[in-house]
Structure formats: C-alpha cells, structure tokens
C-alpha cells in the first residue's frame, strides 16, 4: 500500500544516522580486513595519513583512544605512542630559533629553581627582534609552567617560592608592557580562563581543545605586546576587543554583514526612486512618480505598507536616509552560520574566514575573564542577545571552532596545518614592522572606518600571507619534526613523513614514495591562489566570489517543483492550523511510491540548498526570515508549514530562499554581461521561474563538475620534503567554465509561488479586488431563507463555505462575468461537481459570480450562529482584545438602535464579515489602536455602506465587536421567530 511504502520511506530517513553509522563501521571492518591481510604496515600509515589531514591529530588520537569506535588496529605497533613520551606539538616552535632558546632557558630556570638562565637570554637578546622576545617569553612561560599542570608526565613547579621569583622577574624587568607583563602573571597562575574552562589548563583536557586555547594564547600574547592602547597600530582593534571590550560597544565589528541600502541608493538612480518605511523601521521603494497606488504587506513583519491614489499609508512614513548597519556580533548562533567561507566587502572568501578567526580569539580571550564589566560589555555586542545565564565564553568559542573548520576548507589544509599556518601568521605580526593607522578611526564607528581597517589588515598581513601559504606551512612542519621535543613522537613524524622512507617491504606495489601523502587542489586552494591577479582573470574571480551561491542553484528547479505540487494541492484548502499539525511525514504517506520518492528528494534539496545559503539569505536576502524562524531545516516531523511558500511564519524560509537564489542567478548574470562583457542584459533572453531547468540556471555539483573542470587544469608535482607543487592554467579554466556553466544561461523572471490560506480568501484587500472585478449583489431574502433551509447540518454549512472560498480566490485573481451562474462556474470553469460543492439546490440554481459574497457572508452566519448555539467558541480566531462584555446602559443604547435599523439582517452579516476579515488574531498588532475606535467609524472605513450604520451609539467600541454581533443576531432571529431576546 502507498501509505505502507511511505512509512518505510520515513523510517528511513529517521534512521539515516544510523545508517551512515553501520556503513562506516562496515567500510572500517574492510579496512581492517585489508591492513591484516598486509605483510607490511605501509597501506595502514597511508590510512591515518588521510585521516589525520582532516581532521588533526588531537582528534585523531582522541578517536584511537575511546574504545567505542573499536578503531585501535589503525595504529600500527611500530607507531605505537610509549608511556612517558610528551604527545603535545609545541606549534609555537613556528617562531623560529629565538623562541627556541627562550624556551629552554624557561626549562632550566624551573628545573634549577632560578631566574638566572631567564637573565642570561634577556640580556644576550637581539635588540633588533623588537616584539619576538617578549612574545617568545610570555609562550615558553605558557608552555614550560602552565601547560605543566596538564601533563602528568612533565616536571611540576617547585612550588610557590620559585613562582614568585618568576612573577617577581617578569614584573621588573621592563621588557614586557604594561598588559604584557599581567598577562604573564595570569598565565604563570593559571588563571586565564577563570570564565571559561577551555582556556584554562587543567588535566584531562584534550589534544584540541589545548591546541585551540593555545592558539588564543599566542594571539593575546602578540596584542597585549604589540598593540598597546592609543598606539595606533593596526591590531588595537583586537585589542581592545580582548582586553577592553567596553570601548567596542557601538562598534561595526570586522568581517559583520551591513546594511545593503547605501549601496542599492547608488545603484539606482535617485530622481525616480522614493523610499519608505513601514511602521516597524523595514524600509521599501516606490519607483517613478514615487506616489504609493498599491498596497502590499512588508516583507519582515507583514504589516500593510505602500498607499492607494497616491496617498501613503498613514502609519508609513518617509524613510531616513541614515545607515542602518547593526553594531556588535550579529552572526548568530555558530551552528547556523553558513558551512562556507563567505565574502564581505572586499574581503574574499578566505580572508574573511581568517579574519573571523582572529575576531573570535580576540573575544574568547575576553570572555574568559572573571571581570564582570567585560562581560557584561560582551553581552551587549552580542545580537540577537543570548537567553539570560548563557555562557558567553562558550558562545564565542563554538564560532572559534567553526572558523577553524571553514577557514580549513576556504584552503583545502587539514586541521593541523591550519593551526600552524596561523601560528606563523601571528608570528609574522610580532615580526611586521608598521606604522600608525594615522586618522582611521579605530573604534570602527563608521561603515566606512571598517571598510578600510579591513583592506589595511588584508593589504599588511593577509596578501603575503596566501601568496605563500603551501611553504609556509612546509617550513611549519619541518620545524614541528626537527623539535628535540618531539624525536621520539614516532606517530606525528609518520603522518607528516618526517623521516626517510625505508626500503620497500614486500613488493614494489608498497613502496613508501608510492604511498606518501598529497594533498589536494581545491576550489579553495583556487580561490585564495587568484586573488592577486583578480583583475586578468575577472570572470573566473567573480565566478569564485559568488561560488558560494551559485552551487545551491542545482537545487532551484526542484524547490520550485515542490512549491507547485504543494501550492496545487493545499492553496485555499488549507487553513494556518492544520497546516501547523500536518506534519511532513504525513505528507510523504499520501503520495503513490514513485511520487513519494520524488516529493522526498524535492524537500531534500530544499534542506540543502537552505544549509549552503542560510547565512547569506538571513543577512543579505531581500526577504528576511522573522528570528523565530531562521533554523529552517525540514525533518519528517516537522510542520508542512515548513514548506508551504507563504509570505509569513515559517513559510518565509521557502519564499525567501527561491527570492534568494533567483537574485543569485540574476545578480551573476548581471555582473558578468554588463560588467565584464560591456553587453545589456535587455538584450539576454529570460525565461520563467516555473519553467526554468537545469541547463538554463548556472546548476553544478561541486564535487562532480565544478572540481573535476578545476583539477582538469591543474599541475602538480609531488618532490620528498617539499609537499604538492600546485600550479593553474587560470586562462584555459576560465574560457571553460565560461563555456559550461554561463554561456547561454537566460535570466529568470521571478514570478512569486504564494500559497493562500483558506482564511486569507477573505481578507480586506482581496474582497476589494473581488468587488472591483464582478461588482457584488445581495441575494434576495427569499432566496436566503431557502437556502439556509436547505442547510440544517453545520458539517454541509462548513462544506459548502469552503467551497465559495475557493471560488472566490479564483475570482479575486481571473474575474468573471457577474451574471454567470455560480454552479456553473464551478463545473467549467474550476473542474469541481457542484452538487458536491454547493448542496443547496437552491444555491446552484439562483446563485450568480455577484452573489458569492453575499451567499457566503449568509453562510458564515449560519455557521457562527450553529457553532454559539452550541456552546462554542466562533470566534477563536479573533483577538480577545474585541471580546468585551456591553454594560447594562450601552445593551439599552444598542437595543434602541436596532429598533430603528431597517436592514437589521443585512447589518448581522456586515458586521461579522468586518470581524472575520479584520479582527483576526494575527492582525491584532496592526488594529491594536482599534480597540477604542466607535465601531461605526470602524465599519465605515471597512466599506460598509448600509442605511443607518453612521447613526450607532458612539459608546460601542470596537472592543465590544463580538457582543454586539451577538447581540443583533439574536434580536434578529427573535424577530424572525417572534421569541423574547
């Protein structure tokens, strides 16, 4: 059965995890398998080789070690770690020979219990290595006595007598600044990460962790030596973020999206385009005469916005031109950043990572302090603000983490190789010798100021830097093995083949230089390798630059698909709450196999292409999903509002995602024909958004096209010591990728897929355009009480109501002719059995297109009159705020009014549709100011017109809504039937 083959097509993907789980073990056991049957351990040193460069070897020896994986065979006896041997990489041997002597004066001074090896490097210290001693000192006293208290196996201090001969020493000497020389004192206690224990050693900690907090060490030892407050160099910027935090408040911190509206200003031209804001700050544009003749809801918060006849809506008003960037750290949450490297301003992709990377140090590092001020000056650059009692710190260090993962993957290095490389990156800081950012204004006040700190950072520290990344981190590794430290570490000098190769054991086909590791070109590796010659190369480079959009494009035509099935199916038919309990699973169980299968592989493109673009659609998409509905990513139990495209809730994500990579589509397009090729892009076919394929988008699968063309022109050559030689033919790259994935591509024409709730068929502004397309009439009383007569079941009454509301969204959107009958229309014109649809007899043979409004607001009594008579709620929908009881004087005004109104009935109806239409739980923001309207001025600017209604009491308010419909309705079936109200 269908359901049963959705059910196991659910089961499914609730087990995928595990899955995967079962063929990794599976795929681990072959391997195993494979490295037993080996007379020699080659094949198996290749394995943790490929390992290890993904994922580090702190991780990797944390895997080996937790006897859950069962992975202890990957490690060869020959590489097996003894007892006693220190397993910690010193990264900071990176620094070169001067931190090495320093170093070992540390070791010495503590094993003899004095300063005096310490006074014998200060003194013989090279004058000219400004910076580097300090810095050098302040790491072997990171290494050689804090990190101490973590290893067992090391020596421990001689105790509190030789500490303070220590602290006594780097107080006096005068070599360290002033921040410097605390910042010594704190890591000779051991007390850096007071706020956040991952800074702090401790035992038991792991390889990572340590590796990370040692990183954020030697960054905060540079700042505190280099960058000094009122300096003026270039870093203060990180320094004050890491010491002093409260100066930063009103920053526009590095690498932090901004406001797009400044540029879209100069991108348009100024005389025809006029801009607004909705009451809540959300700005739009009116074009040409720049007078509103349309309204439309906003697309953040969806109130109304724009005007008609060229007046502006009241509650709108001219927008300020003023920058609207958002101070602080607006990211996020790290695990709902973006799983690639991104570009800002004129940051590329890699530097942004980068400079990322050095953000978050810089605030771990002040996070990790027990000074309530700082932290209490983080909490307010963090937005939106973190639930009361978070951690700030551990905040700040999940970003740490993924910075280090999508930095990792910008440049194709490995986790260890990232950590050297920054290690030397900092160290070519201390070394830099730079001049005082004279006039910039390093409080980053300004989108400007920040704007040109970020070229200077990237133009001082980070073109150099990526020009030579491959040998630097060569050089790193060479001098992490020639370590007297780590001689004996017989694991890390395999993996980074430290050593000569011995001689073939057991065939050629094992040979040690056949089965040394390579790394690999990437797209990454590709991309930081052209910045510097962006300008020849300017299609690849802008190609490179938008990449990571363009590649969730391969997923349009099925989120499209998707939207159409699910539009077909449930628009008008489907009301907000169902919506939310209709979850996905149910959905995948109502479709045959084949349909199940391809509606399962729709919504998994959805959760993919959302994965790639999720951060750069939140802060740079037109339409901006509302905070409470960023997460986004669709599992079976989830909602099917998840994926119903509305223009609210969570159907925001799906509309704004399409939004999204239509404008990527077309903003690349735009950028390569008008600004590369000098040709206008009026003159470049387009073609529909529903009609859009493959072959016409800018579609590609990163794995199985884009890199292929990418290593199809790369040559590389692979010499013992020296790593992979990379090089590109960046001119043929170029002609290719322009033939394959541009050439030829039209642009889309973004034609919005909006699904309509059932309650929605009735709101104010598609009632008006009903009327404006068939101009409406009341049926004849007669008429009316037959076909209520007709109708006793509220079950028919319900049925029949959703059948006109369908009717009327066809009609609001395609018109009619007025004096068509409404059965009739429903047969021809919308394939729908009237006598199923409309069960009054009487409904189907009098009733007329101009009629629907009133046989409907009939029917919507009936129903609301049935639901009371019950003792139900009929107004569940309506905002509580205009449920207020009538007092005894304001019953007597209302009863002696409606003594006197002649169309009493007619005046019922009226009155519930304006509450039905208007007073909606979800409009109750909008007409809060409502509430203490006269309820005749409410229903005059709603339109209605009826004889007499000016004349209500001005004491009935809006508030008093749903008692005096009550009210009426009663009196005027009292009338009908001659009982007592």
């Known amino acids: 059965a269908p359901t049963g083959r959705a059910s196991q097509h659910a089961d499914n993907l609730e087990n995928s995890a595990r899955q995967r789980q079962q063929i990794a073990h599976r795929l681990a056991q072959a391997a195993n398998n494979l490295c037993e049957a080996m007379t020699s351990p080659t094949v198996q040193i290749f394995l943790i080789k490929e390992i290890v460069h993904r994922i580090g070897l702190d991780r990797f020896r944390l895997a080996i070690a937790d006897p859950t994986l069962e992975l202890e065979w990957i490690v060869p006896d020959l590489l097996r770690h003894d007892e006693g041997e220190d397993a910690i990489p010193d990264r900071f041997i990176v620094l070169g020979e001067s931190y090495r002597t320093t170093r070992e004066a540390v070791t010495n001074a503590v094993l003899s219990s004095s300063t005096r090896p310490l006074e014998e490097v200060v003194t013989n210290t090279d004058r000219s290595l400004k910076h580097v001693a300090p810095v050098g000192l302040l790491l072997s006293l990171y290494r050689e006595v804090t990190m101490c208290q973590a290893e067992s196996s090391q020596f421990q201090p001689t105790g509190a007598e030789y500490l303070a001969k220590l602290r006594d020493f780097v107080g006096r000497r005068g070599l360290l600044r002033p921040d410097a020389s605390r910042l010594a004192l704190q890591l000779l206690g051991n007390e850096q990460g007071a706020a956040l224990a991952h800074v702090k050693v401790s035992p038991g900690q792991s390889g990572m962790v340590r590796s990370l907090a040692a990183l954020v060490v030697h960054f905060a030892c540079v700042l505190s030596q280099c960058a000094p407050p009122t300096s003026g160099h270039p870093l203060e910027v990180f320094a004050a973020l890491a ?99 991104v570009p800002e301003r004129d940051l590329n992709p890699a530097s942004c990572a980068l400079m990322r990377i050095l953000l978050h140090m810089s605030l771990v590092w002040a996070a990790s302090s027990s000074d309530q001020g700082k932290l209490a000056a983080l909490a307010s650059i963090i937005h939106p603000a973190l639930p009361v009692g978070a951690n700030i710190g551990q905040f700040f260090w999940a970003h740490l983490e993924y910075d280090i993962q999508v930095f990792g993957r910008a440049v194709g290095k490995g986790f260890d190789d990232i950590l050297l490389s920054i290690h030397c990156l900092l160290g070519g800081m201390t070394n830099a010798n730079v001049n005082p950012s004279a006039g910039l204004d390093l409080r980053l006040s300004s989108r400007e100021s920040r704007r040109q700190w970020e070229g200077g950072i990237q133009r001082q520290y980070f073109t150099d830097f990526f020009q030579s990344i491959d040998g630097t981190v060569n050089d790193a590794r060479q001098a992490l093995h020639n370590d007297d430290r780590l001689k004996k570490d017989k694991l890390m000098r395999a993996v980074f083949e430290a050593d000569a190769r011995p001689a073939s054991e057991g065939g050629r ?279 209520v007569a007709e109708l006793h079941e509220l079950t028919d009454i319900c049925s029949v109501i959703a059948s006109l509301e369908i009717g009327i969204g066809f009609l609001m959107a395609s018109g009619g002719s007025g004096d068509m009958l409404l059965a009739d229309y429903m047969e021809r014109v919308l394939k729908m059995n009237p006598e199923l649809t409309l069960i009054s007899r009487k409904l189907r043979h009098s009733c007329m297109l101009q009629n629907i409004l009133s046989a409907w607001r009939l029917l919507v009594v009936q129903r609301t009159q049935k639901l009371t008579d019950l003792g139900q709620d009929a107004f569940e929908d309506v905002a509580d705020d205009f449920k207020v009881e009538i007092d005894r004087e304001q019953r007597q005004l209302l009863t002696e009014w409606l003594a006197t109104l002649a169309q009493r009935d007619a005046f019922v109806g009226e009155l519930l549709e304006f509450i039905v239409v208007e007073l909606k739980e979800r409009h109750a923001e909008r007409n809060a100011s409502w509430v203490d309207w006269a309820l005749t001025e409410a229903l005059d600017q709603y339109g209605c017109r009826l004889q007499g209604v000016d004349d209500m009491p001005y004491e009935l308010e809006c508030q008093h809504a749903i008692a005096v419909w009550a009210f009426a309705a009663r009196m005027s079936r009292a009338v009908t039937t001659g009982a007592v109200v």
């Open 509 to 787: 086909h094992l040979d040690p230089y056949l089965w040394c590791y390579r790394e690999r070109a990437s797209v990454g590796d590709l991309t930081h390798r052209l910045a510097p010659q962006k300008e020849k190369y300017r299609v690849l480079f802008e190609f490179l630059h938008d990449e990571h959009k363009l590649r969730a494009l391969q997923y349009l035509p099925d989120i499209v698909q998707l939207q159409q099935r699910l539009v077909a199916r449930f628009s008008r038919r489907i009301d907000r709450r169902t919506a939310e309990a209709y979850t996905v699973k149910r959905l995948l169980s109502e479709f045959s196999d084949l349909d199940e299968r391809a509606v399962g592989a729709m919504v998994t493109a959805y959760n993919s292409a959302w994965s790639l673009v999720r951060e750069s659609l939140y802060q740079h998409g037109r339409l901006k999903p509302p905070d409470d509905c960023y997460y986004g990513s669709v599992s079976l139990e989830s909602p099917l509002s998840c994926l119903l495209p509305t223009a609210e809730g969570y159907g925001c994500n799906p509309s704004a995602l399409v939004e999204y990579l239509v404008s990527a589509h077309n903003g690349f397009l735009e950028k390569y024909y008008r600004g590369i090729r000098n040709v206008s892009t009026s003159d470049i076919h387009s073609v529909l958004l529903s009609d859009a394929t493959h072959a016409q988008l800018i579609s590609y699968d990163g794995s199985r096209h884009l890199l292929p063309l990418v290593l199809s022109h790369c040559h590389y050559t692979v010499e013992p010591g020296q790593g992979m030689l990379v090089q590109y033919d960046l001119a043929a790259l170029e002609k290719h990728l322009e033939q394959r994935f541009i050439i030829g591509r039209p642009m889309v024409d973004m034609a919005e897929i909006r699904l309509v709730f059932s309650e929605d068929v009735h709101n104010t502004s598609q009632m008006v355009a009903l009327r404006r397309r068939i101009p409406q009439a009341e049926l004849p009383k007669a008429t009316q009480h037959q076909i």
């Open 243 to 341: 010491f002093k935090p409260d100066t930063m408040r009103k920053a526009l911190l590095p690498t932090m999206p901004e406001d797009d509206l400044p540029a879209i200003r100069n991108a348009l031209p100024e005389s025809n385009t006029h801009w607004y804001e909705c009451p809540n700050g959300h700005r739009y544009y009116v074009a040409n005469c720049g007078s509103p003749m349309q309204e439309y809801q906003c697309n953040v918060c969806r109130v109304r916005i724009g005007g008609t006849s060229g007046t502006l809506d009241t509650a709108n008003r001219v927008a300020s031109a003023a920058d609207q960037s958002e101070s602080g750290h607006i990211l996020g949450a790290a695990h709902l950043r973006s799983a690639s490297a």
